[in-house]
């Protein structure tokens, strides 16, 4: 499997709330790296973090680019957060060793941020 195909079933996997299944993409030195709060998780507890997220909908790619061995992805996430629907995106950066994702770097935001005033 190539970079690009990994991220595509890791995003559907995801979707499903499949969380067994995510550990069969996962490289046994896996890490995650979350920017925004420089948190990082390896396979297991990565996989915990997304199982119990609390009001997570789903999660759909709508871009993706491979450079093999490393893939770049958009997702848009829906998830439920005091009764109402909220959307995020998130970017992922994936790299593979052995056909699995060894590492993936995510940068998460909030869709419905808006800009501080006078900053443009």
């Known amino acids: ?26 490289h046994p030195d896996f890490e995650c790296h979350l920017v925004a709060t420089d948190e990082r998780f390896d396979a297991r507890s990565w996989i915990a973090f997304n199982a119990n997220y609390p009001g997570f909908q789903g999660m759909k790619l709508v871009d993706l680019i491979d450079a093999n061995p490393r893939a770049a992805a958009r997702g848009h996430v829906t998830g439920l957060v ?36 006078g900053t443009r």
């Open 82 to 117: 005091d009764g109402a629907v909220k959307e995020f995106s998130v970017a992922q950066f994936a790299r593979m060793r052995d056909g699995l994702i060894e590492e993936l770097v995510e940068v998460w935001a909030d869709l419905d941020d808006i800009a501080p005033p």
């Open 1 to 26: 499997m190539n970079a690009a195909e990994a991220l595509q079933r890791l995003a559907e996997t995801i979707d499903a709330h499949n969380w067994d299944g995510i550990a069969e993409l996962l």
